[in-house]
């Protein structure tokens, strides 16, 4: 068992506080590459005011954020986005199309603790 850290924007941080957001979706490179079940992410908002601790339950591994969004709940990934086509946009603000490519993504699904 290994505990990483994160840090969320808002509304993402608020949205796994609510238990809305269950699946978090990253390119699998770094620490991402290295999460299991059984791991705690501590997940710190904006400013480090704030912390979550998450367990993880899962990790399924995709070629592109489009398969992942096909695949996972969008709903449980990026809730209040309405489809998968903005999804995808919403990824792309964050990632290239190149590294999407080169590491291809990570499904890691989490558990609210507490």
């Known amino acids: 068992m290994t505990v990483f850290e994160s840090h969320k ?3 993402w941080f608020s949205l796994i506080g609510s238990r ?5 979706g990253r390119l699998r490179k770094g620490k991402y590459a290295k999460i299991k079940p059984g791991d705690y992410i ?3 908002s904006p400013g480090e005011k704030d912390c979550l601790k998450v367990k993880v339950l899962a990790v399924r591994y995709y070629d592109s954020f489009k398969d992942m969004l ?3 709940k969008l709903t449980r990934i990026l809730p209040g986005v309405k489809n998968i086509e903005t999804g995808i946009e919403t990824y792309n603000k964050i990632y290239s199309r190149e590294d999407e490519k080169n590491f ?3 499904a890691i699904e ?3 603790l507490g």
Request: glycine share 4%.
């Open 9 to 11: 924007k808002e509304p």
């Open 20 to 24: 809305q957001k269950s699946i978090e």
């Open 42 to 44: 501590l997940v710190y």
């Open 70 to 72: 096909e695949r996972e």
């Open 104 to 106: 291809g993504v990570a």
């Open 110 to 112: 989490i558990e609210l």
